[in-house]
């Protein structure tokens, strides 16, 4: 296959000018938030929102509704939205526009539980989109979701004949929980020595086990009767481990106390008896 390049060249006169040249809807932008309300004084919230954002031409507007819920926009909200476009017009600007019922990461709770109603607000929308589209540069999302809001939390439920038997949360990690179970803590010898075993999980605010973590478990014996099975510390790999203690030979009462790093200590008493 055979390319023909055709090259022209022209002449074009230049000017100096301090003008600012920019790149129509490209670059860097800010966030603008907007809550909905029966009673808005659109044109204050858009000068006081844009009064430290001079500078760029794209902006991201997003849109909260979370008042509608649980109804259709009254014709004083519709009214707030068409007035809010019309303030943001005389900006000279270009927008990125989000409809959304949630700033919190909570969109699981706040949006409409019925898709019927997330389908009657676009449609209600429509046309101020329509009559304001020049200054859109796109729409972002689908009204629901979370993208750039709080981290969101799922919650999964589990139920049986109507009831919930078991529920999971989960949600980035915020914070570490240290998790032991034992298998028993009333310790009895007799031909020889009881040990009970000493299980040990890292987990989430909501109980979930890191699996990334490595890190370590300080453990102690206070009491009689009583000794670790173990080197303290006690390496968590993958955020798991374990430790076994026994008795002694001498009957009395005794606590496993355990450490970690940024976590509440776990203080297990024990029980002993000799046969």
């Known amino acids: 296959m055979k390319h023909r390049w055709v090259r022209e060249v022209k002449t074009l006169p230049l000017t100096e000018t301090a003008a600012v040249l920019r790149t129509a809807d490209q670059g860097f932008y800010y966030i603008h938030y907007f809550k909905i309300s029966e009673a808005m004084d659109c044109p204050a919230l858009v000068a006081e929102s844009y009064s430290w954002d001079r500078d760029t031409k794209l902006s991201l507007v997003e849109i909260n509704l979370c008042d509608y819920t649980r109804k259709t926009l009254t014709e004083a909200a519709l009214k707030n939205i068409s007035g809010l ?12 526009v989000r409809f959304l019922y949630d700033m919190e990461g909570k969109n699981m709770e706040t949006e409409p539980t019925k898709r019927s109603l997330i389908e009657t607000h676009m449609r209600q929308l429509g ?147 000799v046969k």
């Open 85 to 96: 476009f019309d303030a943001l017009r005389k900006l000279q600007c270009r927008f990125i």
């Open 127 to 273: 046309g101020i989109i329509n009559e304001h589209k020049e200054m859109i540069y796109t729409l972002q999302g689908l009204f629901i979701g979370n993208w750039g809001e709080k981290s969101v939390e799922f919650r999964f439920e589990a139920c049986n004949n109507g009831e919930v038997v078991k529920e999971l949360r989960v949600s980035p990690a915020e914070r570490r929980v240290l998790i032991a179970e034992v298998d028993h803590t009333e310790l009895v010898e007799d031909a020889t020595y009881d040990a009970a075993a000493v299980r040990l999980r890292m987990t989430d605010q909501n109980g979930n086990t890191l699996p990334y973590f490595f890190g370590a478990v300080n453990a102690q014996v206070i009491g009689n009767g009583l000794e670790l099975i173990a080197e303290s510390p006690v390496i968590l790999r993958g955020g798991m481990g374990g430790l076994y203690v026994r008795t002694t030979g001498k009957e009395g009462k005794a606590e496993l106390v355990l450490n970690a790093d940024g976590c509440d200590a776990i203080r297990i008493r024990f029980g002993i008896s």
